[in-house]
């Protein structure tokens, strides 16, 4: 014989509701009394404050361990590598000489680039170094904060400096400038105390003979070993890093041209085929004429 369970109504089952949530015989809300639920949030607070004391102290200790202005590891910047500006997508120079809209954001982006450059920035900003030699400021104990920095002034780039320049980098006449700059290691000793340089030549013998003659500023590329080392953003506060620029005469019009840069220092390989950006760039330069 099957027994049919009794129905409940709607209003006992919202008086079983209000009964379970407060119920004035036994005075216990949620099915549990004051002292119950005193009992359960003690617990909580002291556990969960167990685990911030213990996340608050881990924390502390690895920050103990840790340096405002030096990374611990810099494994991966063993190399610095080398990069180009204008900055642009997939690192590809277009320009179409005849229509100025596709060089102006290059020099759009080359007036911000180099403006700290700027001689009168530097001068109020940055020491005039002697070359030929590491700008060492060692700390000796002492916390030596900020760390002065090297002049590299605008001028120094000659003919691709844009200082009064109506071809705006030689962009307007299809002889652009690339400015190559080197990534920052801190406390990286370029050079290993040996005169440095950036070279560029087309990757292949096709791209050698499109890529046509080119002018280097300062010349031979030459970088100067007074800009190292880096010690750090926060250290280096007004640290400029060198630059070399790269005027392109006559590239051969309509054709994409491959080039490569490389830095040659003693210390910085240049031959890793796992890395295509140690010590070397590349990119494609493409002169339109129509």
């Not at 109504?9 to 004051?34: A, D, I, L, Y």
Request: charged share 20%; glycine share 6%.
């Amino acid at each position: 014989m099957v027994i049919q369970k009794e129905k409940k109504s709607c209003g006992q089952v919202v008086e079983e509701w209000k009964e379970f949530v407060w119920n004035p015989r036994t005075h216990q809300f949620m099915g549990r009394t004051g002292t119950s639920w005193a009992f359960i949030l003690l617990f909580y607070l002291v556990f969960y404050g167990f685990l911030t004391a213990m996340f608050t102290l881990t924390m502390w200790v690895m920050l103990q361990t840790v340096s405002d202005h030096t990374p611990k590891y810099q494994d991966r910047l063993a190399t610095p590598g080398l990069m180009i500006r204008p900055k642009t997508e997939n690192l590809d120079v277009i320009v179409n000489v005849s229509d100025t809209e596709s060089w102006d954001q290059h020099v759009q982006k080359l007036n911000k680039f180099l403006e700290p450059y700027n001689d009168s920035i530097q001068a109020q900003k940055n020491d005039v170094c002697r070359p030929g030699r590491y700008y060492e400021q060692p700390d000796n104990g002492v916390l030596n904060y900020p760390k002065r920095a090297c002049q590299f002034n605008r001028t120094q780039l000659g003919n691709c400096s844009g200082i009064g320049d109506p071809t705006h980098y030689g962009y307007s006449t299809g002889q652009p400038c690339v400015f190559i700059k080197m990534n920052r290691v801190i406390n990286f000793y370029a050079g290993a105390n040996q005169s440095m340089n950036i070279t560029c030549a087309g990757k292949r013998n096709e791209d050698a003979e499109n890529l046509g003659h080119f002018v280097m500023f300062p010349a031979n590329g030459h970088i100067d070993l007074m800009y190292f080392p880096y010690y750090g953003k926060k250290f280096h506060v007004n640290y400029t890093q060198p630059l070399v620029a790269v005027k392109f005469l006559n590239v051969t019009p309509n054709v994409e041209v491959n080039v490569e840069c490389r830095i040659n220092a003693a210390n910085i390989a240049t031959d890793d085929e796992r890395d295509k950006f140690a010590g070397r760039v590349a990119f494609k330069l493409c002169i339109n004429k129509t």
